[in-house]
C-alpha cells in the first residue's frame, strides 16, 4: 500500500509486554517494510477477551490515517481451523484471527473486502501452532506496506461468512427512562469503561449511573467533584465511565469488567445489582 508517506501499521493484541512478543512481531515486520511506522495502539487487551478486543479496535481505528495497516491479535483458537483473514474497511486494511475480533467494523457497513490469509509467498517459511502474530499476520501486513494488494494475500471470502459476536452495548425496558449495560474494561488509572453510550440518554434529564451498590451523578469531568470522590462522565469514547477522582475506581468500588451498571432518570427507582 503506497501512498507517498511511510506506510503505518498498527498492533493490538492482549500479549502484554513483558515477554518479547510483540518485539519479534515488529521484528517481522521491519525485516520486510523497514520504512514501516509500527504504532502500538495496545498490548492490554484483557486475555483471550475477544468482545473487549472488538470494542477498542472500533473505537480506535477512526483515529488513524487512511492506508493505516491494523494487525489485531486476541486469539484463543490459535492452531485450529480457525481462519486468518484481511480485510479493507474504509481506506483501511485490518489483519485478524476470523472469531469476532473484527465486529465491530463490520458492523459500520465499511467492510468491501475479505480474504482468508492463506498464500504462504506472504507468510514466514517456518510457522509456529501458536504465534501466528508473528509468522502470518506480521508478515502479511508488512507485505501490504510494500504494496502487495490485499486480494494476493489468499482466497476471497464472502463477509456473510465472516465470524461477528455479540458486543457489550445498552438495553432499554422503559421506553429509555432507564438502560442497562455493563463494564467493557478498566484502564490503566482504574477507571471503568462501560457499554452504556452516552447518546442514547436524553440530554434534558438528570442521570444517575448504578454500579454495585454505587448511584453516581454524571458529571462533565472530575475536577467537578472533591478529591477521591466517585463520578461518572461521558468518556473520549463516547462511553459512560466510572471514575474516582485522583483515585482507582476499579479498587476503590469494588468494581470490575463484566459487572452490571445502569443509567437511570434521577427521579427513577434505585438499582438493584444482580
Known sequence: MQTGHPPVIVLMTDFGLADTYIGQMKGVILSLAPSAQII?????????NIAQGA???????????EG????????PGVGTSRKAIAVQCGKQSFLAPDNG??????????????VTITNERYMLPSRSSTFHGRDIFSPAAAHLASGVAL?????????AECTKIPLPGCESGDNGASWEGTIICTDHFGNLITSLDAEVLDRSKEWLIGAGNHQLPICRTYGEVADQQPLAYTGSSGMIEIAIRNGNAAERLGLRDG?????????????SPR
Open 68 to 75: 493505516a495497516i491494523f494487525v489485531a491479535v486476541v486469539d
Open 259 to 271: 459487572d452490571a451498571v445502569r443509567a437511570s432518570a434521577a427521579s427513577s427507582m434505585p438499582f
Open 55 to 65: 470494542f477498542q479496535l472500533g473505537k480506535s481505528a477512526p483515529f488513524f490515517p
Open 151 to 159: 486480494r494476493e494475500l489468499g482466497s476471497k471470502m464472502e463477509l
Open 101 to 114: 475480533l473484527l465486529t465491530a467494523l463490520f458492523q459500520t457497513g465499511k467492510v468491501t473486502q475479505c
Open 40 to 48: 502500538d495502539l495496545t498490548h492490554a487487551i484483557s486475555a483471550q
